[in-house]
């Protein structure tokens, strides 16, 4: 009887060992770290609902530790955590672009009429919003391979008008950003791109 019940004790601690880590359980580890930064991940968006600024390297942090906690499990095992996670990561890169980007003010783009000598500015809006916008392009990505590769995540995170808040990110504004500050500096100011 105690060899019995020594050996399902071992099948249960391999079991557990070997169970697979997947979106679900990184979902819920990016709650815990939603509720200790004020975070929101189904509802973010850029130029809306964002982790504060202070909070987003801390949060990336545990993130990055979270994933490679999860890498050392083995990718096999945890391949749709880590995807949800790198979701996450992007998401956080692509608003702490915004917020550089946004920080520098209307001297950061040319809507409102630019003077050369703002040249380093507007070099520095464009590169802040075309990291935003290529980490935001990223992060969905990720996310339609969650939701496409894990049809089963679609009833957690939603698709079509139920989506998670990030996909209605400014995406086209940001391109728009950063192609009239291009137009402008090399037209007005005869800036060329090194």
Do not use: H
């Not at 020594?6 to 391999?14: D, K, P």
């Not at 580890?29 to 801390?58: P, Q, R």
């Amino acid at each position: 009887m105690k060899k019995t019940i020594f050996i399902l004790l071992i099948l249960v601690i391999f079991l557990v060992g070997c169970a697979k880590k997947d979106y679900n359980f990184a979902y819920q580890e990016i709650k815990k770290l939603d509720i200790k930064y004020s975070g929101d991940f189904k509802n973010e968006m850029l130029n809306g609902t964002m982790l504060g600024f202070d909070n987003l390297s801390l949060m990336r942090d545990d993130l990055t530790k979270l994933r490679k906690d999860l890498v050392k499990e083995g990718v096999n095992k945890t391949k749709s955590a880590i995807l949800l996670v790198d979701v996450r990561l992007n998401m956080l890169e692509s608003e702490k672009f915004w917020y550089l980007g946004y920080n520098l003010g209307l001297e950061g783009v040319t809507f409102d009429g630019f003077k050369c000598s703002e040249v380093p500015e507007l070099l520095l809006g464009r590169s802040y919003f075309n990291e935003s916008f290529n980490y935001g392009q990223k992060a969905m990505n990720l996310m339609d391979s969650v939701l496409v590769v894990y049809p089963e995540s679609r009833a957690l995170f939603g698709v079509d008008k139920d989506k998670i808040k990030f996909y209605d990110s400014p995406l086209g504004y940001l391109n728009a950003i950063i192609e009239t500050n291009t137009i402008a500096i090399e037209r007005y100011c005869s800036y060329k791109n090194p």
